[in-house]
């Protein structure tokens, strides 16, 4: 039985794509006889990423990373992020029979909306981390057409799925708001750029889910708008099912998991036409995409729940795991 180690500095309880993409695909892959392990911060001692205090990096040593690898002794090892693990478990796999990555996060854009470092520096060592490896794997095509301009190459595609017996729209609605109500789910931090939804005159309601370092910020600035915090399981999908239009405001996601379930849920996704909701939504006529994000929500309640949801239900996680195997095989250079 082949075995497969996926290293992610982002594991539990950590809430965010990575982790849930992580998690389904892990779950899938049982069905296809592939001993799988998971080399996270949940086996060290951490510390909180500064600005992030619900990310907690490991705490280790090259070593330690290195003879966890060796125990295991895996066919494939697939890194899922360029964080500590990440980097040294790059090292260990380049000592053995090499890796596979997968580009979950805008990473140059989320740093340099933080530190006044260049795009440019961010995305050289980007390059330096995914290109060494034997592939890396991309969410969507419009993804793999811009990395492959700036210079990264063996890019594959491995998409995402989404749980449509967990989000449908058929729950009943948890608050008693005022409609058409606008939903937002996602982290509260300033590259999400949640801003432009918050700060949008729209009619009826906003409900926005999620937690993080601005929460508190938004809040205070927004009284108007209902702010749950963060929410998981049915409790989150019945959340979705409230909406009339979600909302999706960020410029930097690489596929955005939360436009699946919304769309699962039954609700039209209003977004900009940027990596990620173009491709999950493209000429479907469950959602629209426009520069004017405004434009774009108002014209998405003209739009048919029926149609969201029948978009939705061409993304499977065992369609994603299969494709990831695939990937992973022909990066190798092997057949499955």
Request: glycine share 8%.
């Amino acid at each position: 039985m082949p075995k497969l180690l996926i290293v992610t500095d982002a594991w539990r309880p950590q809430i965010n794509g990575v982790v849930r993409s992580i998690e389904n695909l892990v779950r899938e892959l049982e069905q296809f006889d592939i001993e799988i392990d998971i080399l996270s911060p949940a086996e060290f001692a951490t510390a909180p990423l500064p600005g992030y205090p619900e990310i907690r990096l490991a705490l280790t040593t090259p070593g330690r990373v290195s003879r966890r690898i060796a125990e295991f002794d895996p066919d494939f090892i697939q890194i899922a992020t360029e964080g500590p693990l990440g980097l040294m478990a790059r090292r260990a796999a380049l000592k053995r029979n090499g890796f596979t990555s997968s580009y979950h996060t805008r990473f140059p854009e989320y740093v340099s909306t933080r530190y006044p470092i260049p795009e440019s520096w961010l995305y050289a060592f980007m390059r330096w981390f995914h290109n060494a490896g034997h592939g890396c794997m991309v969410a969507t095509p419009s993804l793999r057409e811009e990395l492959q301009a700036k210079g990264f190459t063996n890019l594959h595609i491995w998409s995402r799925g989404v749980d449509t017996d967990l989000f449908h729209p058929g729950y009943p609605a948890p608050l008693d708001l005022p409609g058409p109500v606008f939903v937002h789910v996602g982290r509260m931090a300033v590259e999400k750029n949640v801003e432009a939804f918050l700060a949008m005159d729209l009619p009826g309601s906003k409900l926005v889910v999620g937690d993080g370092p601005m929460l508190e910020d938004f809040r205070m600035r927004y009284p108007g708008v209902t702010f749950t915090g963060a929410k998981s399981g049915a409790e989150l999908a019945a959340l979705y099912a409230m909406g009339d239009v979600f909302v999706f405001p960020s410029l930097t996601d690489t596929f955005g998991l939360v436009v699946l379930e919304a769309l699962a849920s039954g609700v039209p996704v209003a977004a900009y036409p940027v990596t990620g909701p173009k491709d999950i939504i493209g000429d479907s006529g469950a959602g629209v995409v426009d520069t004017d994000l405004r434009r774009a929500a108002i014209a998405c309640l003209d739009l048919s729940s029926d149609n969201a949801r029948a978009r939705a239900l061409k993304f499977s996680w065992r369609a994603c795991a299969r494709q990831f195997l695939d990937a992973t095989y022909e990066s190798y250079g092997l057949t499955r």
